[in-house]
């Protein structure tokens, strides 16, 4: 039961316009005419090399007119976003424009990048043997400490230092943080502890885990097209769900307590694992090679939620372990990987803030960041510091907070959002 809470408790344009430089000539005889006719020829050359030409004039006049024709082209003041050349442009901030580097096509950054850490291929060795028992995984500290709580607490991070993210909607945001605040604080007043408030967390942060996975796959959509767009929105969510909360009837015993109901629920998990595999057969459908990193996250996200419903309807406690702390897993490398992109192309594009001087060095802050993170949260964990109970509550808070702002600050229906995230419309 451990583990399943902490499941859902828990990566040159370069141009040449000549030598630049002049030769000195020693006088030339007198040609006669002719010659002063040829010589006159070679100094309107010498001056026409010394011009810019006509890309260079180009080039500089694009903060100019050509910057002014693409917010008139966009209709709207702020992000002007020009994919015929895959570049992102902030029209509003004062900073100047620059280039985002594009990534690959059908691919959110790199085919080594989105399988390593979107896909999260590597969540298969926790299937390998030895690596789970029936209680645990060999992995459960380093995920909990310093995995599951980073991801949640870098969100108020990014919220409080990037503008971009708050879109205007800072006193929204700071009301959201007050009122999880007063929930927390409240329950523990009037209970000593919070454990009314474990099922709003448990049936939220499902939802949470949910919404994520439909979301980036809703990303690869706008990169690669194919599949249906309702059965991704709406379906992904509903099976992740299901997963999530059948693994909570199996660790409460509820559900093996009456066979009837056992037998209706098995043949309900062969009802729900057709969405998967409508999911990929959809995909599959008219598939090209752009739309292989779209299929291997499908197939990744698929293969372990089916895994899981399987094992649970199996009865197999050493699996269900495993593939709750491979879901965990994959839900936080998977967010910190999806800022990490962010990061990397708002150190170039939006508006200024703390957070685009902090995206350029945000491998740096971020490992740095959940280790101490993490460290302090071992460190207050333990009994004998009496701060248990107050860490308990703070992280409470954080989750809250970090479930509601995520449904906030990263809609794909925003035009400045898709852009940031490169997966803006054509």
């Not at 001056?47 to 917010?71: I, K, L, N, T």
């Not at 850490?117 to 590597?122: K, P, R, S, T």
């Not at 499902?206 to 809703?218: D, I, M």
Request: glycine share 12%.
């Amino acid at each position: 039961m451990r583990a399943f809470s902490r499941l859902l408790l828990a990566a040159a344009v370069a141009g040449a316009a000549g030598c630049g430089q002049s030769t000195s000539l020693p006088p030339a005889p007198d040609l006669g005419e002719d010659g002063r006719q040829i010589a006159t020829l070679v100094d309107r050359l010498n001056e026409d090399s010394s011009r810019p030409s006509r890309g260079e004039r180009r080039h500089s006049d694009r903060d100019g007119r050509a910057r002014e024709g693409g917010a008139q082209r966009d209709g709207r003041e702020g992000v002007d976003v020009r994919e015929g050349r895959g570049q992102v442009e902030d029209q509003g901030g004062p900073a100047p424009v620059t280039r985002a580097a594009p990534s690959g096509r059908g691919w959110l950054v790199s085919p080594a990048f989105d399988l390593l850490f979107v896909a999260n291929l590597g969540w298969l060795l926790l299937l390998l043997p030895g690596f789970a028992t029936r209680s645990d995984t060999s992995i459960d500290f380093w995920q909990i400490y310093f995995l599951t709580l980073p991801h949640r607490w870098v969100t108020l991070v990014l919220v409080a230092t990037d503008p971009d993210r708050r879109g205007g909607r800072s006193r929204r945001l700071v009301l959201v943080a007050a009122l999880a605040g007063a929930v927390v604080l409240g329950a523990f007043l009037g209970t000593g502890a919070f454990l009314c408030l474990a099922l709003v967390d448990f049936v939220w942060n499902s939802w949470h885990f949910a919404s994520q996975h439909a979301g980036v796959l809703r990303m690869y959509s706008r990169k690669a097209g194919g599949g249906v767009e309702w059965l991704e929105r709406w379906g992904l969510r509903g099976f992740v769900t299901y997963g999530a909360l059948r693994a909570a009837g199996w660790a409460t015993g509820w559900a093996e307590a009456d066979t009837a109901a056992l037998a209706r629920l098995r043949l309900l998990d062969l009802v729900v694992l057709a969405v998967p595999a409508t999911l990929l057969i959809t995909n599959l459908v008219g598939a090209t090679r752009e739309r292989i990193g779209k299929l291997a996250y499908l197939t990744s996200v698929c293969g372990l939620y089916s895994g899981f419903v399987l094992s649970l309807r199996a009865g197999e406690p050493g699996l269900v372990v495993a593939f709750a702390a491979a879901g965990s897993m994959f839900h936080a490398v998977e967010y910190l990987a999806i800022v990490t992109h962010y990061a990397r192309r708002r150190g170039e594009v939006g508006g200024p803030g703390a957070f685009r001087v902090l995206a350029r060095h945000w491998v740096t802050f971020l490992g740095l960041y959940a280790l101490a993170l993490g460290t302090v949260g071992v460190w207050m964990s333990r009994p004998e510091n009496g701060l248990v109970t107050l860490w308990q509550g703070l992280n409470l808070w954080a989750a809250f907070v970090h479930y509601a702002y995520d449904g906030m600050i990263w809609k794909l229906r925003r035009p400045e959002t898709a852009a940031a995230l490169g997966v803006a419309n054509p």
